[in-house]
C-alpha cells in the first residue's frame, strides 16, 4: 500500500503502521453486519447534476506566470521542474 | 495545577481591559455608536494573543491586520475591519498556510480562498492563522506538526479538533470571531471541548475552493464564534453559489438572521442517541438542560435513530479513499516539500484509502460504506417527517487530556461518532455549550441539527437554548 500511494516508510515503522492498519479495519468491518444488498450506494448529497460554466476564461482568476510559479522548488525558463519518470531504473 | 492557575489569573486580568471579549455584534455595535475604537479593539485583542502564548493558538500572526482593518473601517464595510482567526487550511494570499503539515511549511498561496475573498470583501482581517490538527486529519489538534493547542478553559486538556486552534482562540478571547472547517465533527466537537458556538453549514452552503481539501463529499467550512447571533452574520457573509465550487447550491442565500429570535414555540424536536450506553453519565448530566425546550413551548421526545457506530465506518472508510486521493496532488514539485514529510496519521489514512479503494477491496469497503450511507440518508428522511429538529450531544464527553491520541489510530472517528451519522449525510448542525464542570472548569456542547438548508431552524433554536440557560458567558455581557 505504501508503495501504491508513494509514501516513504523507514523500516523500523513498518511493523507499528501494519498493526494499527490491523485494528482500523478491525472497527470498520462492523459494516457487513448490516444487509446492503438492495441498496443503491450515495456518492454526493447535493442533489445537483451535470454542473458547467461557460467555457470562458476568469481573468480574476488566473495567475501569472511568476505567480504559478513562486512555490516550486526549481524552475527552469518559466517551466516546472519534475523527477524523470520514463526511463527510470526502477531498481 | 500552576498552570491552570496561571490562566485563571489572566482571565480575571483581562476582564478590566475586556474589548477583546467582545462578541461581533457588540463591537460592531461600540464601533458604530463610536464607544470605542478599532486601534483599542487590536490593541486589547493582541495583548491577549501575546498572554495565551503558551497556548499555542496561531501559527501565523499576519503583519498587515491593522493596516487592512483600518481601510476596511474607512470603507464602512459590514465587518468593520474586526479581527478574525482563520484555521491554516484556509489559502490566505501572501499569508503562509501550511494546515499545519511540514509538508506545506514553506507554502505561500498566491490567491485568497473563496470564503477568505468574501469575508475581506465584507470588511473582515486575517487576524492569524491557528493550529489544528495536520491537514484537518483528527479531533484532538494534538496531530499538528507544531503540537497541541492548549485548551484555553484549562490548559491540561486538549482543545478537540481540527478546528480547534480556532476554537481556543475564540475561547480565549484572541480574536472576535473564527472561521473553521468541518468533515465530520472538526467545527462542532471543538467548539464543544472549548465552551463556544460552532456552526456546520449543509454540504454546498460554503464554498469549498481554495480550502486545503480532506474528504471532498463532506468538506464544509464554517464559523466559530462566541454567540449564535455572531454565527450567523459570519454565516450570510461565507454563503453562497462559487463558479470554483461546483457542489454549492445555486439558489440564493436566505437572511439568518431574520427569524433568529423567533423562538422554538411548537417544534417538535427529536433527541437522539439518549440510548447509547457509553452515554447514559454525561447524558444524566444534560437532562435538565433539555427541559429549556419544553420550558419555551417545543414538544421533546426521544427519537429512535439508526445506530451511529455504524457511521463511524462508513465515515472512516469514505474519508480515507477521499483523503488517499486528495493528498496525491502533495509532491513537492509546484509547492510545498516532498511526501517524506507527512506525518503519522496522514500516512495511515493515505495508506488506509489507497487499500479501500484498491481491486478486490473496493466493493466490500467503500461500496459498502457508500449503501450504509443511503441507509443514514433514509433515517433522516424519516426522522425529519416527524420532527422540526434533532438534538443530541456534540461529543461522547469532556475534552480529554493533553496526550490522549497516542497509539489510538481511531481516537478521532470514536470521538466524532454523534457527529458521523449527520455529516455523512449533509446535514447542517450547530454546537452550543450546555454545560460546564466547576471542578475542571470544562464543557460539553448541546449539538442541533435540521433539514438540508435549514441553518436559519438551527440558528433559532440554538439562539432560544443560549438566552434561556447560562452556559454561554457571552450571551447575557452587556
Avoid at chain 1, 44 to 69: C, S, W
Avoid at chain 2, 52 to 68: C, D, E, M
Avoid at chain 2, 293 to 307: K, N, S, V, W, Y
Avoid at chain 2, 421 to 439: A, F, H, Q, W
Wanted: proline share 5%; glycine share 8%.
Amino acid at each position: 500500500m505504501a508503495t501504491l500511494a508513494d509514501i516513504p516508510l523507514r523500516p523500523q515503522e513498518e511493523e507499528r503502521l501494519a498493526k494499527e492498519f490491523a485494528d482500523t479495519l478491525a472497527v470498520i468491518d462492523n459494516l457487513r453486519q448490516l444487509d446492503v444488498s438492495q441498496i443503491e450506494p450515495t456518492h454526493q448529497v447535493t442533489g445537483l447534476e451535470n454542473v458547467t460554466r461557460e467555457d470562458v476564461v476568469n481573468k480574476a482568476r488566473m495567475f501569472t506566470q511568476e505567480e504559478a510559479l513562486a512555490n516550486a522548488r526549481q524552475t527552469h525558463d518559466g517551466f516546472f521542474v519534475v523527477p524523470r519518470i520514463i526511463d527510470r531504473d526502477e531498481s | 495545577m500552576m498552570v491552570f492557575l496561571w490562566y485563571q489569573e489572566l482571565l480575571i486580568e483581562m476582564n478590566h481591559k475586556n474589548l477583546n471579549s467582545l462578541t461581533l455584534v457588540q463591537a460592531l455595535k461600540a464601533l458604530a455608536d463610536k464607544q470605542i475604537s478599532l486601534d483599542e479593539i487590536y490593541e486589547s485583542v493582541n495583548s491577549a494573543i501575546k498572554e495565551s502564548q503558551k497556548l499555542n493558538i496561531y501559527l501565523t500572526l499576519n503583519p498587515q491586520a491593522r493596516v487592512q482593518a483600518k481601510k476596511a473601517y474607512q470603507a464602512h464595510l459590514p465587518l468593520a475591519g474586526l479581527p478574525i482567526a482563520v484555521k491554516d487550511n484556509y489559502c490566505t494570499k501572501n499569508l503562509k498556510t501550511t494546515a499545519a503539515s511540514l509538508v506545506l511549511d514553506n507554502f505561500i498561496p498566491q490567491f485568497d480562498a473563496t470564503v477568505i475573498y468574501r469575508l475581506k470583501k465584507a470588511g473582515g482581517v486575517v487576524l492569524g492563522k491557528t493550529n489544528m490538527d495536520a491537514w484537518a486529519h483528527g479531533s484532538s489538534t494534538e496531530t499538528s506538526d507544531w503540537g497541541p493547542t492548549l485548551n484555553p478553559r484549562n490548559p491540561k486538556y486538549l482543545p478537540g479538533g481540527s478546528s480547534g486552534g480556532t476554537t481556543a482562540a475564540v475561547a480565549a478571547n484572541t480574536c472576535i470571531a473564527g472561521l473553521g472547517t468541518e468533515t465530520a465533527g472538526s467545527i462542532r466537537q471543538p467548539s464543544a471541548w472549548c465552551g463556544v458556538v460552532g456552526l456546520k453549514p449543509t454540504y454546498g452552503r460554503v464554498s469549498r475552493s481554495g480550502i486545503v481539501a480532506m474528504a471532498s463529499s463532506t468538506d464544509s467550512p464554517g464559523p466559530i464564534t462566541k454567540t449564535v447571533e455572531d454565527a450567523a452574520l459570519m454565516l450570510q457573509q461565507m454563503a453562497g453559489h462559487d463558479e470554483a465550487d461546483s457542489t454549492t447550491n445555486p439558489q440564493a442565500v436566505p437572511n439568518f438572521g431574520q427569524d433568529l429570535k423567533k423562538g422554538v414555540k411548537g417544534l417538535k424536536i427529536g433527541l437522539l442517541y439518549s440510548d447509547v450506553p457509553e452515554l447514559k453519565k454525561v447524558m444524566s448530566l444534560i437532562e435538565p438542560e433539555l427541559k429549556t425546550f419544553e420550558r419555551l413551548g417545543a414538544h421533546l421526545e426521544p427519537a429512535q435513530a439508526l445506530d451511529p457506530h455504524y457511521a463511524i465506518g462508513v465515515y472512516t472508510i469514505v474519508q480515507r479513499a477521499e483523503v488517499s486521493s486528495n493528498l496525491a496532488r502533495y509532491t513537492g514539485i509546484r509547492y510545498g516539500q516532498d511526501r517524506s514529510h507527512l506525518g503519522d496519521e496522514a500516512r495511515r489514512r493515505i495508506m488506509l484509502g489507497t487499500f479501500t479503494l484498491s481491486k478486490g477491496y473496493a466493493d466490500r469497503y467503500y461500496t459498502t460504506a457508500q449503501k450504509v450511507r443511503s441507509l443514514y440518508r433514509r433515517d433522516f428522511a424519516k426522522l425529519f417527517s416527524k420532527y422540526d429538529l434533532l438534538i443530541s450531544l456534540s461529543n461522547p464527553g469532556f475534552a480529554k487530556k493533553v496526550g490522549a491520541t497516542k497509539g489510538e489510530a481511531m481516537f478521532g472517528e470514536l470521538e466524532d461518532m454523534l457527529l458521523e451519522p449527520s455529516s455523512i449525510v449533509g446535514l447542517p448542525g450547530i454546537n452550543v455549550p450546555c454545560y460546564r464542570d466547576d471542578k475542571t472548569n470544562l464543557y460539553l456542547g448541546l449539538n442541533i441539527m435540521a433539514p438540508m438548508w435549514r441553518e436559519d431552524l438551527i440558528l433559532r433554536s440554538g439562539w432560544a437554548f443560549e438566552q434561556a440557560t447560562d452556559w454561554n458567558q457571552w450571551a447575557k455581557a452587556k
